[in-house]
């Protein structure tokens, strides 16, 4: 039986004509490759995407390679492969306008990095990183200055989760140990073998053509061209958010995952980064956005979940959704992803809007996923 989009080519389109977007582009593939595709609005089959932070679990998928080569442990320090990353203090708090700081009380490892419990923060989530920023004047990230990622921690690793640089800092440690930029190891090692053609830290013109434009939604609900964007240029290839690609491309990526790793890494990796790393410690109930223009505030789930190496992960079944295990994330520009290795199915769906966690946005993606598994329960073989 094929997989009948329709319904959620409806989905889509309406979502285009209510407003809640301007572009989608959605993708669901199993482990043989795409079930259905579809664009609406100003997107279209050839249209590329800022992927932000979705690209964090592809620069993972490049450091996951090289542990399985044996060239990179995930238990050691991040210190001892980057020397700077030693040097950084943490952010206790402000005496007046003056910070607080003091020497890490443990050392950040490569897993930590991986999991976002290093201690690296982000300064439109965390006050005290923000108010860091404004009384010293250091570029954020978005400035595509490298010097940006040596801002303090903003807790002692391994004692919190905390979103963050962290994986721009993973970026870094694959480019020592690789001994070549991210961008052409990702294009021999992941990128290439998974035929992600499109995707790239540098667009060409022809590509810049191509992307989707951000919009913004304003108080009273309605869409405006956005100020906010990636810096055109970047000082290094921003493990964290700095690639581009399209839908088909993010798809070929999931499929991978679904496939036990094939083309990119071995089952047995695959299987354990998509395990809990987080043990005792909890995700935290609120992401608390400190810029309302680049995203909302975005509150825990309500069922038991957990963090992988790369991915959030759900940890219990969801009923005529996504199964325990499934791992997922998502990017600022209000993309998202889900890899269900258990029911053999992913999906990606994408659209280029700010603030993040847009709510009408979200319902459109649960009213994606409720369709996806509907049709799947009708075409796939029980697991």
Known sequence: MAFDGSAIKALLDGAVSKGVAHGFAAVVVDRGG??????AGEANDRTLFRNASMTKAVATTAALQLVEQKRLNPDATVESILPEF?????????????????PPRSQATVRQLMNHTAGCGYFFLSEKLLRYHELTGE?????????????????????????????????????????????????????????????????SAEQRARLLRVMQRRPDGTLAPSPHDLPATSEWDAAGHGSYGTVQDYGRFVQAWLKDGAGVLQPATVQMAMQDHL????????????????????????????WGLGFHLTLVDLPGLRSRGTGDWAGV????????????????????????????VIETLMGFEAAVYQQVGSVLPPA
Do not use: C
């Open 333 to 360: 520009f209000n993309s998202y992803y889900w890899i269900d290795r258990t029911k053999g199915v992913g999906a990606v769906l994408m659209t280029q809007l700010l603030p993040f966690f847009d709510m009408r």
């Open 279 to 306: 043990g005792a410690i909890k995700l935290p109930e609120l992401m608390k956005a400190t810029m309302p223009e680049l995203s909302n505030d975005v509150p825990a789930l309500p069922f038991p979940q957990g």
């Open 34 to 39: 795409p079930l259905f595709h579809h664009a």
């Open 139 to 203: 570029p954020t990230p978005l400035s595509g200055l490298k010097r940006s990622l040596s801002v303090p921690l903003v807790n002692d690793p391994g004692t919190a989760w905390e979103y963050g640089v962290n994986t721009d800092w993973l970026g870094l440690v694959v480019e020592k140990v690789a001994g070549q930029r991210l961008g052409s190891y990702l294009r021999e090692h992941v990128w290439g073998p998974l035929g992600m053609n499109d995707s790239t830290f540098e667009p």
């Open 86 to 102: 030693g040097r950084l203090p943490v952010l206790d708090g402000f005496d007046g306008d003056k910070p607080r700081l003091r």
